[in-house]
């Protein structure tokens, strides 16, 4: 579009509203319902447009024109200096029959359209019955080609619905769908109060909504739209209460938030990845349907750098991303000093405390596997456990081996009946 007119007021809000889709609307969307025809299939965007031809249509403006007239006029340059690349559907309801709901009329399906073509149609079109924005907003989701990966509904009216529908609930199923769908609302002579009775539709798709009282500001109100930018797709934000470091190797119970169930993944993955192999770092968050586990207990990867935790929805996919940087760890015994010979001693340490690794005493020289006196595992022992020391005096240290006894990952060396 070239036009660079300013619409009157303009609201674009977004939300993250879910509700069951309807059998209707999911079937419409799921089968790409209209006859939109094989060159639209293949476009990966598109708009509908819903024309207001109610009789309400006919009520004057200031300058004694009625909204229709203007509306046709309007329209017309519009359809003239749009984008006719984009695929483009109308919609136009209550000009056939009076008091008849299901007055809904697809003027021209989803495709690359003739400007003057559409606005003969649009021409012939004379208000007198009812306003069914619900069901239109249904009937315009079904024109969308199942190729859009993203969509616009322009809805022009200048009442609110008259047919015992809800557009609100419309635009939440819409929102649902988890499509790219915006649905903006021009509401053309109506009140502010009148506005905010439809700012549901906009608010659940993302969609702007705009109350032009005039046929200028109708123009810009239409020429805002068509150059409206897609919003960026919401990042899911963390949900974690980690903090954004760990060490490796350690273990964490992880507390998170967001509709997550006992089937869901939770863990580290590499940066940008929404899957991982199933470990001690990444799996399935466990406990019951009704009560999943929470805090759920993930392990630091061994290696440092840059990782995400991620919370993975099996019905939705992710729904919450954290940066968080994997450091080296901080781990050691606390010094020892000199202890009586076979004596019980009190170690205390700080270690990852994984399965199969083990708290050892040995000599300083023994090859790492030794072990001369008493051990234990590592496991659960909250950072403190207690040996029996040899009752041979001299020199010993006590180590913290890894799961198949093979490195030592930290020791410290202490006395038996020796000064230390």
């Not at 309807?22 to 939109?36: E, K, N, T, V, Y």
């Not at 940066?323 to 340490?349: C, H, K, N, Q, Y």
């Not at 199969?356 to 020289?365: H, Q, T």
Request: aromatic share 6%; hydrophobic share 40%.
């Amino acid at each position: 579009m070239n036009r660079t007119r300013t619409p009157s007021r303009a609201i674009a809000t977004q939300s993250l509203a879910r509700h069951p889709l309807s059998p209707c609307l999911g079937f419409a969307l799921a089968l790409g319902l209209g006859a939109s025809g094989a060159l639209a299939q293949t476009e990966d965007s598109a708009s509908v447009l819903i024309v207001d031809a109610s009789g309400s249509m006919w009520g004057q403006l200031e300058d004694g024109r009625s909204k229709i007239e203007i509306a046709r006029e309007v329209l017309t340059e519009f359809f003239s200096t749009r984008d006719a690349s984009e695929p483009l559907g109308v919609i136009a309801y209550g000009h056939r029959r009076r008091g008849d709901c299901a007055d809904i009329e697809l003027i021209a399906p989803v495709a690359r359209q003739q400007a003057g073509s559409l606005a003969s149609r649009l021409s012939k079109i004379s208000p007198r019955g009812t306003t069914p924005i619900a069901a239109s907003l249904q009937l315009a989701a079904a024109q969308i080609p199942r190729s859009a990966e993203r969509a616009d509904i322009i809805l022009v009216t200048d009442s609110l619905e008259t047919c015992e529908a809800d557009p609100c609930a419309v635009a939440a199923e819409l929102a649902a769908t988890g499509l790219a769908i915006r649905a903006h609302v021009v509401g053309f002579g109506l009140t502010e109060q009148q506005a905010n009775a439809l700012a549901c539709v906009t608010e659940q798709t993302g969609g702007l909504l705009l109350r032009p009282q005039s046929g200028a500001e109708l123009a810009a109100a239409l020429d805002s739209i068509a150059s409206a930018e897609p919003a960026a797709p919401a990042v899911p934000q963390a949900a974690f209460d980690i903090g954004d470091k760990a060490e490796a190797g350690f273990s964490y119970p992880i507390r998170w938030t967001g509709e997550a169930n006992h089937v869901d993944r939770l863990g580290f993955v590499a940066p940008g990845a929404d899957r991982a192999a199933a470990s001690s770092s990444f799996g399935v968050i466990g406990g019951t349907d009704a009560a999943p586990r929470n805090p759920a207990t993930r392990t630091a990867p061994a290696t440092p750098g840059r990782y995400d935790l991620l919370l993975v929805s099996s019905r939705v996919g992710v729904i919450a991303r954290q940066a968080i940087d994997v450091v080296e760890p901080s781990m050691g015994f606390e010094a020892i000093g000199s202890v009586e010979p076979g004596s019980r001693v009190l170690f205390t340490f700080r270690g990852p405390e994984r399965v199969g690794e083990r708290i050892v005493i040995a000599r300083p020289d023994d090859p790492a596997a030794t072990r001369v006196f008493e051990w234990s595992y590592a496991l659960h022992k909250n950072g403190r456990t207690r040996l029996a020391v040899p009752a041979e005096p001299g020199e010993y240290e006590v180590r913290y081996l890894n799961s198949r006894s093979t490195e030592i990952l930290f020791a410290r060396r202490f006395g038996i009946g020796v000064p230390y």
